[in-house]
T-cell receptor, first 113, second 111 residues
Framework: NAGVMQNPRHLVRRRGQEARLRCSPMKGHSHVYWYRQLPEEGLKFMVYLQKENIIDESGMPKERFSAEFPKEGPSILRIQQVVRGDSAAYFC???????????FGPGTRLTVL | GESVGLHLPTLSVQEGDNSIINCAYSNSASDYFIWYKQESGKGPQFIIDIRSNMDKRQGQRVTVLLNKTVKHLSLQIAATQPGDSAVYFCADTFGNEKLTFGTGTRLTIIP
Protein backbone atom coordinates (compact mmCIF):
# COMPACT_ATOMS: atom_id res chain seq x y z
CA ASN A 1 0.00 0.00 0.00
CA ALA A 2 1.78 3.10 -1.20
CA GLY A 3 1.89 6.05 1.14
CA VAL A 4 1.08 9.64 0.40
CA MET A 5 2.97 10.76 -2.68
CA GLN A 6 4.10 14.27 -3.45
CA ASN A 7 5.85 15.70 -6.43
CA PRO A 8 8.07 17.30 -7.21
CA ARG A 9 10.28 16.73 -4.18
CA HIS A 10 12.24 19.88 -4.90
CA LEU A 11 11.05 22.88 -6.85
CA VAL A 12 12.98 26.02 -7.71
CA ARG A 13 11.17 29.08 -8.98
CA ARG A 14 12.11 32.68 -9.66
CA ARG A 15 10.12 35.49 -8.14
CA GLY A 16 6.89 36.05 -10.05
CA GLN A 17 6.61 32.51 -11.41
CA GLU A 18 3.97 29.98 -10.51
CA ALA A 19 4.55 26.93 -8.33
CA ARG A 20 2.35 23.89 -8.67
CA LEU A 21 2.61 21.17 -6.03
CA ARG A 22 0.90 17.80 -6.38
CA CYS A 23 -0.29 15.31 -3.78
CA SER A 24 -1.76 11.85 -4.23
CA PRO A 25 -3.37 10.56 -1.02
CA MET A 26 -3.09 7.04 0.30
CA LYS A 27 -5.42 4.54 -1.31
CA GLY A 28 -8.82 4.73 0.30
CA HIS A 29 -8.24 8.19 1.79
CA SER A 30 -10.58 10.93 0.66
CA HIS A 31 -9.39 13.70 2.99
CA VAL A 32 -6.35 15.79 2.08
CA TYR A 33 -4.55 18.48 4.06
CA TRP A 34 -1.77 20.87 3.14
CA TYR A 35 0.75 22.26 5.63
CA ARG A 36 3.70 24.60 5.37
CA GLN A 37 6.87 24.24 7.40
CA LEU A 38 9.65 26.77 7.75
CA PRO A 39 13.12 25.58 8.85
CA GLU A 40 13.28 24.64 12.54
CA GLU A 41 9.56 25.29 12.97
CA GLY A 42 6.40 23.25 13.31
CA LEU A 43 3.81 22.64 10.65
CA LYS A 44 1.23 25.30 9.94
CA PHE A 45 -2.13 24.20 8.62
CA MET A 46 -3.14 25.69 5.28
CA VAL A 47 -6.16 23.92 3.83
CA TYR A 48 -8.33 20.82 4.18
CA LEU A 49 -10.06 19.33 1.15
CA GLN A 50 -12.25 16.44 0.22
CA LYS A 51 -12.98 15.41 -3.34
CA GLU A 52 -14.17 18.52 -5.20
CA ASN A 53 -14.73 20.42 -1.94
CA ILE A 54 -12.70 22.81 0.19
CA ILE A 55 -13.67 22.10 3.78
CA ASP A 56 -11.41 24.53 5.65
CA GLU A 57 -9.06 27.06 4.09
CA SER A 58 -8.55 29.17 7.18
CA GLY A 59 -4.77 28.77 6.99
CA MET A 60 -4.41 29.82 3.37
CA PRO A 61 -3.14 33.29 2.50
CA LYS A 62 -5.95 35.23 0.89
CA GLU A 63 -3.98 36.04 -2.23
CA ARG A 64 -1.87 34.02 -4.65
CA PHE A 65 -2.59 30.65 -3.00
CA SER A 66 -5.22 28.17 -4.12
CA ALA A 67 -5.89 24.47 -3.71
CA GLU A 68 -8.05 21.89 -5.37
CA PHE A 69 -8.79 18.19 -5.09
CA PRO A 70 -10.60 17.15 -8.27
CA LYS A 71 -12.75 14.09 -8.68
CA GLU A 72 -9.95 12.45 -10.62
CA GLY A 73 -6.26 12.99 -10.08
CA PRO A 74 -4.09 14.45 -7.35
CA SER A 75 -4.68 17.42 -5.12
CA ILE A 76 -2.91 20.56 -6.35
CA LEU A 77 -1.56 23.44 -4.29
CA ARG A 78 -0.90 26.41 -6.54
CA ILE A 79 1.11 29.46 -5.62
CA GLN A 80 1.00 32.28 -8.13
CA GLN A 81 3.59 35.02 -8.46
CA VAL A 82 5.87 33.45 -5.88
CA VAL A 83 7.95 35.60 -3.53
CA ARG A 84 11.02 34.67 -1.48
CA GLY A 85 8.88 34.34 1.62
CA ASP A 86 7.09 31.40 0.01
CA SER A 87 10.27 29.32 0.30
CA ALA A 88 9.41 26.45 2.63
CA ALA A 89 8.62 22.77 2.78
CA TYR A 90 5.03 22.01 1.85
CA PHE A 91 3.58 18.80 3.20
CA CYS A 92 0.46 17.00 2.20
CA UNK A 93 -1.34 14.57 4.49
CA UNK A 94 -4.33 12.31 4.01
CA UNK A 95 -6.72 10.48 6.27
CA UNK A 96 -9.60 8.07 5.88
CA UNK A 97 -11.86 10.28 8.00
CA UNK A 98 -11.74 13.95 8.89
CA UNK A 99 -8.79 15.32 10.85
CA UNK A 100 -7.79 12.19 12.73
CA UNK A 101 -4.73 10.03 12.10
CA UNK A 102 -3.21 11.96 9.24
CA UNK A 103 -0.44 10.35 7.22
CA PHE A 104 2.10 12.65 5.65
CA GLY A 105 3.91 12.65 2.36
CA PRO A 106 7.64 13.37 1.96
CA GLY A 107 7.03 17.03 1.18
CA THR A 108 7.94 19.44 -1.60
CA ARG A 109 10.74 21.82 -0.84
CA LEU A 110 10.11 25.07 -2.64
CA THR A 111 12.96 27.52 -3.15
CA VAL A 112 12.22 30.93 -4.59
CA LEU A 113 15.23 32.70 -6.03
CA GLY B 1 -7.41 26.17 18.01
CA GLU B 2 -4.79 27.20 20.45
CA SER B 3 -1.10 26.51 20.20
CA VAL B 4 0.43 23.40 21.64
CA GLY B 5 3.79 24.08 23.23
CA LEU B 6 6.76 21.96 24.23
CA HIS B 7 8.83 22.37 27.37
CA LEU B 8 12.24 21.70 25.82
CA PRO B 9 13.43 22.34 22.27
CA THR B 10 16.31 19.82 22.49
CA LEU B 11 16.93 16.60 24.34
CA SER B 12 20.05 14.40 24.36
CA VAL B 13 19.81 10.84 25.63
CA GLN B 14 22.32 8.02 25.91
CA GLU B 15 21.64 5.10 23.62
CA GLY B 16 19.74 2.43 25.52
CA ASP B 17 18.24 4.84 28.01
CA ASN B 18 14.60 5.87 28.05
CA SER B 19 13.50 9.21 26.60
CA ILE B 20 10.65 11.37 27.76
CA ILE B 21 9.41 14.19 25.55
CA ASN B 22 6.89 16.58 27.04
CA CYS B 23 4.14 18.69 25.58
CA ALA B 24 1.79 21.22 27.16
CA TYR B 25 -1.50 22.18 25.62
CA SER B 26 -3.69 25.09 26.55
CA ASN B 27 -7.10 24.14 25.24
CA SER B 28 -8.98 22.09 27.81
CA ALA B 29 -11.46 21.15 25.10
CA SER B 30 -8.82 19.27 23.06
CA ASP B 31 -9.95 15.69 22.73
CA TYR B 32 -7.44 14.05 20.40
CA PHE B 33 -3.66 14.10 20.47
CA ILE B 34 -1.03 12.74 18.13
CA TRP B 35 2.72 12.36 18.31
CA TYR B 36 4.73 12.60 15.11
CA LYS B 37 8.38 11.89 14.39
CA GLN B 38 10.15 13.85 11.67
CA GLU B 39 13.56 12.82 10.43
CA SER B 40 15.72 15.26 8.53
CA GLY B 41 14.41 15.86 5.02
CA LYS B 42 11.33 13.72 5.50
CA GLY B 43 7.67 14.18 6.26
CA PRO B 44 6.23 13.65 9.75
CA GLN B 45 5.61 10.04 10.62
CA PHE B 46 2.66 9.07 12.79
CA ILE B 47 3.84 7.42 16.02
CA ILE B 48 0.91 7.12 18.37
CA ASP B 49 -2.32 8.86 19.27
CA ILE B 50 -4.56 9.12 22.29
CA ARG B 51 -8.06 10.36 22.94
CA SER B 52 -9.06 12.43 25.92
CA ASN B 53 -11.05 9.59 27.47
CA MET B 54 -7.77 7.73 28.06
CA ASP B 55 -4.74 8.60 30.17
CA LYS B 56 -2.26 6.10 28.79
CA ARG B 57 -1.66 4.26 25.58
CA GLN B 58 1.17 1.96 24.62
CA GLY B 59 2.72 1.06 21.32
CA GLN B 60 5.89 -0.65 20.30
CA ARG B 61 8.59 0.88 22.56
CA VAL B 62 6.47 4.03 22.94
CA THR B 63 3.99 5.12 25.55
CA VAL B 64 1.88 8.27 25.53
CA LEU B 65 0.60 9.67 28.80
CA LEU B 66 -2.13 12.26 29.03
CA ASN B 67 -2.76 14.32 32.14
CA LYS B 68 -5.88 16.34 31.53
CA THR B 69 -5.72 17.99 34.94
CA VAL B 70 -2.56 19.87 34.08
CA LYS B 71 -3.04 19.69 30.31
CA HIS B 72 0.16 17.78 29.77
CA LEU B 73 1.12 15.14 27.25
CA SER B 74 4.28 13.07 27.18
CA LEU B 75 5.90 10.57 24.86
CA GLN B 76 8.11 7.93 26.40
CA ILE B 77 10.51 6.00 24.19
CA ALA B 78 12.02 2.90 25.76
CA ALA B 79 15.58 1.75 25.12
CA THR B 80 16.38 4.50 22.64
CA GLN B 81 18.26 3.63 19.47
CA PRO B 82 20.21 5.81 17.03
CA GLY B 83 17.25 5.66 14.66
CA ASP B 84 15.15 7.49 17.22
CA SER B 85 17.09 10.70 16.57
CA ALA B 86 14.56 13.10 15.04
CA VAL B 87 12.28 16.01 15.82
CA TYR B 88 9.14 15.01 17.68
CA PHE B 89 5.94 16.99 17.39
CA CYS B 90 2.76 16.79 19.37
CA ALA B 91 -0.49 17.94 17.81
CA ASP B 92 -3.96 18.38 19.15
CA THR B 93 -7.47 18.93 17.94
CA PHE B 94 -10.91 19.29 19.44
CA GLY B 95 -14.19 18.40 17.88
CA ASN B 96 -13.89 18.59 14.14
CA GLU B 97 -11.20 21.24 14.00
CA LYS B 98 -7.78 21.34 12.42
CA LEU B 99 -4.69 19.87 14.04
CA THR B 100 -2.46 22.36 15.80
CA PHE B 101 1.21 21.40 15.94
CA GLY B 102 3.77 22.37 18.55
CA THR B 103 7.20 23.67 17.57
CA GLY B 104 8.89 20.31 18.15
CA THR B 105 11.63 18.76 20.31
CA ARG B 106 14.86 17.61 18.72
CA LEU B 107 15.93 14.28 20.21
CA THR B 108 19.57 13.32 19.82
CA ILE B 109 20.77 9.85 20.78
CA ILE B 110 24.33 9.73 22.07
CA PRO B 111 26.18 6.49 21.15
Amino acid sequence: NAGVMQNPRHLVRRRGQEARLRCSPMKGHSHVYWYRQLPEEGLKFMVYLQKENIIDESGMPKERFSAEFPKEGPSILRIQQVVRGDSAAYFCASSPVGWNEQFFGPGTRLTVL
Amino acid sequence: GESVGLHLPTLSVQEGDNSIINCAYSNSASDYFIWYKQESGKGPQFIIDIRSNMDKRQGQRVTVLLNKTVKHLSLQIAATQPGDSAVYFCADTFGNEKLTFGTGTRLTIIP
